[in-house]
């Protein structure tokens, strides 16, 4: 019997990869898109390490930007996995420079799917589509953050406009492809390889180092990665869960100050569990993108309805202790090499 083919968008990510090692663990064929093929050695051996099989891995390039290539990416594969999406902490000097390449990016990666016959597409969004604008309460399925509000980041509002644009050209067509969205909380968790310039890995690596001498009063539903990607690979087969926004964190927030205590409570001793000032961060968001990026989420304390997830799948979270202690060993590891 053929392998089934799954077309991975953005694999050489901290999501993308753990989702990759899942697939090729359970005897998909992974045809892994990058912007450049110059990286497929360094993912090739990154998933070899981690133990997959990469004899049903292939590699195509693709840019969210640009038409080119899309359809034959798609052609043959019975399913999409539209991870990739551009991501920055900061500030964009102008939001169209994140909001364009994600809009796109979808549409692009649903017109190929289409195009191609494939099954299912299933889109990774952000729990932020649903909570960006909310401070208290808890969000779900069918909350959509306010793409108007003053208090929506660009990173949020780019997520948001994305998979609004999806489920708007789901529909206007009338095929049989099948549509999912995995919305993820505040990841973290190991990395795969060496590459920690991710954002939740690089706040770790920080916070080991002692740089990061307060925290945002930030509290939100968090999700390690390796879950993460068991939800996504369970959105695409499941068959249930086509047409469903599925909530992927747990249920209780958790406190950005969290990080450093679980940290610390294991002997670590470079992580700071001080808050700063709303007033502080507000100030530095005059001259700091990176400030200006958590501005709209000061005082945030919401929490997640996931019912939906635990009804519909075979998954129930890890600790978040886990996500981070995991998190901080790979930090450890790779910058002791």
């Not at 019975?78 to 551009?86: E, F, I, L, N, Q």
């Not at 000097?93 to 289409?114: C, F, N, Q, T």
């Not at 191609?116 to 808890?138: C, F, H, P, Q």
């Amino acid at each position: 019997m053929a392998k089934q083919i799954v077309l991975l968008t953005g694999i050489s990510g901290f999501i993308g990869l753990h989702i990759a090692k899942q697939l090729l663990d359970k005897g998909f064929h992974v045809r892994g898109s990058i912007r450049n093929l110059k990286k497929a050695e360094i993912i090739k051996n990154t998933l070899e390490k981690a133990s997959a099989d990469i004899s049903e891995l292939s590699f195509i390039e693709l840019d969210l930007t640009s038409d080119n290539g899309w359809d034959s990416a798609a052609e043959g594969c019975d399913y999409v996995m539209h991870v990739a999406s551009p991501y920055a902490a900061a500030e964009p000097k102008h939001e169209d420079e994140m909001i364009i390449p994600a809009v796109d990016g979808s549409l692009r990666a649903l017109r190929a799917a289409k195009n191609a016959g494939v099954k299912r597409v299933v889109l990774t969004s952000s729990a932020m589509t649903m909570m960006a604008t909310m401070k208290s309460g808890t969000f779900g399925p069918n909350d959509w953050a306010d793409t108007n509000s003053i208090d929506i980041g660009t990173y949020a509002k780019s997520k948001t406009l994305a998979e609004q644009a999806a489920w708007q050209f789901m529909e206007k067509q009338d095929s049989a492809l099948e549509l999912v969205t995995v919305n993820p909380g505040g990841v973290f968790g190991p990395a795969l390889g060496d590459d920690i310039t991710g954002q939740s890995m690089t706040m770790i690596d920080q916070m080991l180092r002692g740089k990061i001498p307060m925290l945002a009063n930030v509290a939100m539903p968090m999700i390690d990665v390796r879950d993460v990607a068991n939800i996504h690979v369970q959105a695409m087969i499941h068959p249930n869960a086509a047409g469903q926004r599925i909530v992927a964190s747990r249920s209780e927030p958790t406190h950005l100050t969290e990080i450093p205590k679980i940290l610390k409570e294991h002997g670590y001793k470079g992580p700071s569990t001080r808050i700063a000032p709303n007033l502080l961060l507000r100030f530095m968001a005059l001259f700091d993108n990176e400030a200006k990026g958590m501005v709209g989420l000061l005082g945030v304390n919401v929490r997640a309805d996931n019912s939906k997830t635990l009804e519909l799948f075979d998954w129930s979270p890890r600790p978040f202790s886990e996500a981070v202690l995991d998190a901080a060993t790979a930090v450890a590891q790779i910058t002791q090499k």
